[in-house]
Each structure stands twice: as C-alpha cells, then as structure tokens.
C-alpha cells in the first residue's frame, strides 16, 4: 500500500528526515517510536502533504501513485488520514457540519450523491456511541476550547467517519488519560480491517499495549535505527532509546 | 438574485433605530463656543487639581496649531467648533451618597436602553458605568469590586481620588498632542470610565461603561482608563446609543488602555450610534474616536472586538503597542454601514518588544449607499525580533451603490518577522486550511468556512443579547453575499 524509499525530508531548510525507507501492506500495523525530534511527526506531516515540509529526496508511492505528486487534499480523498498530534482550533465552524463536509467531499469524489444534514446525523450518532462520545461534541466548535484528550477523540472521531485505507496518527496517546486511552484504542481496534493499514507515531509504549503492532520502528536523528516485532516496543520501555542513537 | 438582495435591504431598513428617544431633563450647559476660559470652566466645575488643568490647556494650545484630519475617506462639512456646547449634564438635587438618589428620569432612560441600573433590577455579573451627555450618572457594583481591590469610578473622580494614576497613566498612551480629536478630547473632556485592576486579581464580573448622548448641540468627549496591573484580567464592555436629531453631533473620545506583566484587557465595543436618516442621511453622530492600548509588561494582552453599526461619521481605530516582551495585540471587528453612513476604520499595530504577536481581523459589510474603508497599519520596530502578524480585511457589498475600501500599511523594521495580509475572503491559517485539506476538504470550502465561523466568534466575544443581534444580521448578509 504504501512504499517509502530513501526519503529525505525537512522544514526551513534543516533537514529533519534523513533517508527513511518503510514498506506497509494492507491489514498492518506499524509503530513509529522515537524521542523527541527523532523525526517522527515530520515523516507523518510528510505524508499527508504539509506545505511547510519539504521533500528533498527519496520516493513515497501510495497504491502505485506518486503521492509526491498529489496534493493534500487529493491524498485524503485518496484515503490518506492523518491524526494530527495537535489538531488546530478553527473558532466557529461547527463540528458536525464540519464532519458532514468531510464525509461529503469523499462522496462528491466518489460520484455519489451528498447527504444532508438528517442523513448523516445517523452516521455521527453511530460513530460517536462507538467512542462513547458526549452528544456535546456535535454541537461544539471544531477542536475549539477542547481539552487535548477531547481533540484526540475528535481526530479518532474523523477516522471513523471518514474510513481512511491508511491512518497516520500522530501521538494519539499524549494528552490521553488511561480510560480515553482505553476507549480510543477501542474504537481504533474496531476500525482495523484486512484491507486498511495505521501507522501509529508513539513515543511511549503504552499505546501499544491496546493496540497491538505488527511491526515496530525505531526513529532516531531522522533514520530508523532498528525495526522489528511487538517485543522491540517492550526493550525500549525497559532500556530507553540511548542504546539506539546511531553514531557518526 | 435580485429578490434576495431586496428582501435583505427591506430587513435592515426594518431595523428602525429604536434608541432615537430624547429625555427630557433639567440641564446645565455652557453656552457654545471654545477657549481657554470654557476649558478652566471644566476644571472647575470637575474641581480638578492643577496637573489636570495644566493637562488640558497644553492640549488646547496643542489643538489649536492642528488640523482637522483630511486623509479619511469620509466627507463632510468642516465642522463650526465654536458651534458646539463643550459640556452639558443633568442638574443634580444635591449631592449623591447613592444610586438610590440618582435622579429617576435617569434611571428610566437607561432602563428604556435596557441598563437597568437601580439596586434592586441593577445586572448582576456586569459593573455599570452611565455616563450621560458629559457627566457620568450612576457606577453600579462598585462597593463589591472595592472588596477586591478595584477601582471602578468615573474618571472625573478618579481626578480627585487617585491623582497619583491619573497623573501618571492618563496621556501615557494617547499622547494629548496624538492627532486633532485626541488634543480637542485632552482638552474638553467631561467624564468617562476609569478602572484600575490590582495585581493577581481576574475582576469578579464584565465592567461597562454606557455612553448616552441626549442634548442636541453638545459634544460628548469622553475619556476612559483602565489599567490592568501585573497578572491581572478584566472585560470591559462598552455600548453606545444617541437620540435621532437631523443636526450631527460630535463625539469625540480617549481610550488608554495600560497592561503590566501577565495581564489581560478584553475590551469590547457595541457602537450604535444614531446613524442619521436612512433616506437622506440627515443627522447622526460623528463618532471621531482614539482608542489605543500599550503592552507595558511582558506576556501581556490587549484585545480589542469591535461591532460597529451606527454613526454617521465613523473615524476609528483601536489600536496596540506592544512593549512588552511576548505581548499580544488583537482587533477584532464587524463594521456595518448602511443608509449613508460612512465608515473609516480599523487599527494599529505597533511591535516594540520581542516576539510580539498581533492579529488583526476586520470583516466590513456595507449596504445601500454607505461607504466602508479599512485603514490598518502594522509597524515593526527594529528590536521586535519574531515579531508575527497576521491581517485580514474582508469586505462585503450588499447592494450595488455601496462601497468598499482597504487600506493597509506594513512597516517592518526586523528581518525576523512574519507578516501576513490578507485582502480578500482567500485566506485564514496555512494550519487551519491544512485541515481542511488533510480531511479531503478543498481549500474554497475551507476558507468559506472559517470565515463565516470567524465571524461568528467576534460576535461570540459579545454579551448573549447584543451578539445574538448582531448575528442575524450577519447571516441574513451572508446568505446573501453566497453565489
């Protein structure tokens, strides 16, 4: 599904990613672990297309397509999701309507007819009981005021809608008490099919005890240090990421 | 869409000014006319100490080398200042111990205006200041926010009380020489608000000061200060009404807002002047106003959110500078103008400190044969590294013999800064668009979304019954300007 090749990436002329290659498949699960400034969000801002972000090598294909060659918007409608680590508050635009924008724009894409407002209620309200989420979050204003924990929800709340072939979710976990945690990884879990993949950006482990991993990759200094299964997540709890920083 | 348009003219035309009343009531005016002995009048009247008169001569001598300002696009016939009463105010019985005693012809105005201020009926969670032609008449809650240390009293008493503040902050900001309304204002002014927050206090409840204009031939030149002292909090609202007259009258008022560190002054503005006859645009107030903030400590905050729906004549433009280290500038305003109204407004700001952030929102929405202009200036010193603003000025037509203007000036002296304008409906937050896009959202859908919300949010700042108002008009413009 997605193939990433030598990919060399940064942000104001510093280059943060320094030549990632990462293969994912349909029905995969992939951790991205990493300290702080390893690179892990600008891989995932990298791939939904952030116009901030500039790629300065490497290749990324999405389903055969270029995805370098696509913009943003064209990559979410292609079903690239990403959940932002700090989802932007945007004052006045209702959260439900902004949903049902969302939902829509995939339709029109599709060729199929937009729901209204009354039809895509029922969608929300379905959604939202499998987040267990307060009919609150309708009314409010999209991440607007929201408590970090209720911004990741809302992100998770977008997945669920929106039924993405490959989510990029970056530190869902942070912000999460242990029963938002709880309920999020649910709702993830449930979405998880044999034919979408997730890459979850992490910097602890604990996220991975709910949602479990096929594959987990160390990022350090902008290179993945080392990869391998569920129990790498479990050394680096227990040892920590110095063992891992490469040296030059 | 011919129909549509018309059905919404026919809704703002049916918004008759309801506030066009006159009171009838015993008053002490000067005669008309302007010059040292009228000024030295004032300050007696007000029982001022000599700082404060030498204040306001300095301002007179000061005015009388300027000139009425030519630059705003608005016309009108020069203005006969020696055509003008520089003070009027209801005669007191005798001297007031309280509200009670306040005269109940007053009180029944300002209950008409829906600011009840008798103890019994007085708004519960906003202090009151009512201030009528050039006097201020009632301060309701004051007893209550003494409890905490803050001072929320005409300024005329203020003059007498704390002379020290007075003396110290008022013309700190708007210098009295700044421009010709503020030296006239500097020199004349009658009454006004004056707030002092101690440190480490968020006020209890929304401070107010509503203006009032009754007497036909009178100026209004008020003048307000509110100084927020270091970490403290304070909202401030302020609201505006006049009767209908065809003459125009003048208003021409100081705001200095001072912020030490960590503090925060939210002021909030509801400006329904009479606007003049819709039909030939006679009478209604010139509204020639100077409002300006400073961020004097670090990390401190001034906002400002204007809803600007009356005058006949507004020249208007609150504005920040920024001192202080990290402080941060806001202007928030909805313009509307129709029937002949004129508008020019809009703000400054000016970056002193680092990392001084400002932003600058300004939605302008004009009707039938109004004109509405945009006049903003961003200035970054050379010390203000990373200094960051963004602008953005949209405009709004409503019918086809209206106009509207933008006026935009950016000054940057620092290399390091990050300045942003928008002229046009296209643009909010690259971050906020990406989100948009990153959700398959395109970029024309996002930016029409955030700009209704934004709008939405101005008028959320407000209290429930103005913004609600303030909200349907907006909407029925909307609807209106989509397609």
């Known amino acids: ?248 | 869409m011919k129909t549509t348009e018309k059905s919404v003219s026919d809704v703002l035309d049916d918004k008759k000014y309801k506030y066009g009343f006159q009171t009838l009531i015993e008053a002490d005016t000067f005669a008309k006319g302007l010059n040292e002995d009228v000024i030295r009048a004032i300050s007696k009247k007000k029982n001022e100490p000599q700082f404060m008169l030498d204040f306001r001569l300095k301002a007179y001598k000061k005015w009388l080398t300027m000139k009425q300002p030519e630059w705003p696009n608005v016309h009108y016939p020069p203005i006969d200042f020696q055509d003008v009463s520089y003070y009027s105010a209801p005669k007191p019985k005798k001297k007031l111990e309280s509200l009670d005693e306040v005269d109940p012809e007053l009180l029944r105005t300002f209950e008409k205006l829906g600011i009840p201020l008798d103890e019994q009926k007085k708004l519960s969670n906003v202090a009151v200041d009512a201030v009528f032609d050039s006097v201020s008449v009632a301060t309701t809650h004051k007893k209550k926010l003494m409890e905490v240390g803050i001072i929320f009293c005409p300024i005329s008493e203020a003059v007498q009380e704390y002379p020290e503040l007075i003396e110290q902050y008022m013309g700190s900001v708007v210098p009295v020489g700044d421009n010709f309304y503020a030296a006239l204002n500097s020199a004349v002014f009658t009454d006004g608000s004056f707030v002092y927050i101690p440190p480490d206090t968020i006020s209890p409840m929304d401070i107010s000061t509503y203006f009032r204009i009754n007497t036909e031939e009178t100026g209004q030149f008020e003048r307000t200060l509110i100084i927020c002292a270091e970490n403290s909090y304070v909202s401030y609202l302020e609201g505006c009404t006049a009767p209908q007259f065809d003459t125009n009258q003048l208003h021409a008022a100081v705001v200095e807002l001072v912020t030490m560190d960590n503090a925060e002054i939210k002021y909030s503005t509801v400006q329904n002047w009479y606007a003049g006859d819709m039909e030939t645009g006679k009478g209604g107030i010139y509204n020639f106003v100077t409002k300006r903030g400073k961020c004097v400590g670090k990390n401190s905050k001034i906002s400002w959110t204007q809803v600007e729906t009356g005058s006949a004549i507004t020249w208007k433009y609150p504005s920040c500078i920024l001192q202080g280290d990290n402080s941060v500038g806001e202007f928030y305003s909805v313009a509307l103008t129709n029937g002949y109204m004129q508008a020019d407004t809009g703000t400054k700001m000016i970056h002193i400190g680092k990392n001084t952030r400002s932003s600058i929102i300004s939605k302008g929405i004009s009707a039938d044969h109004s004109s509405n202009s945009y006049r903003g200036q961003v200035k970054v010193n050379k010390g203000a590294a990373n200094a960051r603003n963004y602008s953005q000025c949209d405009s709004m037509l409503v019918g086809d013999k209206c106009s509207a203007h933008t006026f935009p000036y950016i000054e940057s002296a620092n290399s390091s800064v990050q300045l942003e304008h928008e002229a046009s409906t296209s643009k909010i937050s690259e971050e906020q668009l990406f989100y948009f896009e990153q959700r398959g959202i395109s970029r024309e859908n996002a930016i029409t979304a955030v700009i209704n919300g934004f709008c939405k949010e101005v008028f959320k700042q407000l209290p429930m019954e103005f913004a609600v108002e303030a909200q349907k008009l907006l909407t029925l413009k909307l609807e209106n300007s989509v397609g």
Not at chain 1, 13 to 40: D, R, T
Not at chain 1, 101 to 127: C, H, S, W
């Open chain 1, 1 to 248: 599904m997605l193939e990433v090749k030598d990919l060399r990436a940064g942000f104001d002329g510093s280059e943060i990613i320094k030549g990632i290659s990462l293969s994912v498949k349909a029905g995969e699960v992939h951790a991205i672990m990493g300290p702080n400034g390893s690179g892990k969000s600008t891989l995932a801002k990298v791939l939904a297309g952030h116009p901030s972000y500039e790629v300065t090598g490497g290749e990324i294909s999405f389903n055969g397509e270029n995805l370098l060659e696509i913009e943003p918007e064209q990559r979410a409608l292609k079903g690239i999701f990403m959940g932002f680590q700090y989802p932007v508050e945007i004052p006045g635009v209702n959260n439900a309507e902004f949903l049902r924008m969302a939902y829509n724009a995939r339709l029109v894409n599709e060729g199929q007819e937009e729901l209204d407002p009354l039809d895509f209620d029922d969608i929300l309200t379905e959604k939202m009981k499998m987040l267990s989420m307060e009919k609150k979050y309708r009314e409010r204003n999209l991440n607007d005021g929201f408590s970090g924990g209720e911004k990741k929800k809302n992100e998770i709340l977008q997945m669920a809608i929106l039924q993405p072939k490959l989510a990029v979710l970056d530190e869902t976990d942070s912000g999460l008490d242990i029963d938002a945690l709880r309920v999020v990884s649910d709702g993830v879990n449930k979405l998880k099919s044999a034919d979408n993949a997730l890459i979850l950006i992490t910097h602890y482990q604990r996220l991975l005890e709910y949602i479990q991993p096929d594959f987990v990759h160390v990022l350090s200094q902008g290179k993945i240090v080392k990869s391998g299964e569920k129990g790498l997540a479990l050394e680096l709890e227990a040892q920590g990421y110095d063992w891992l920083t490469p040296t030059n």
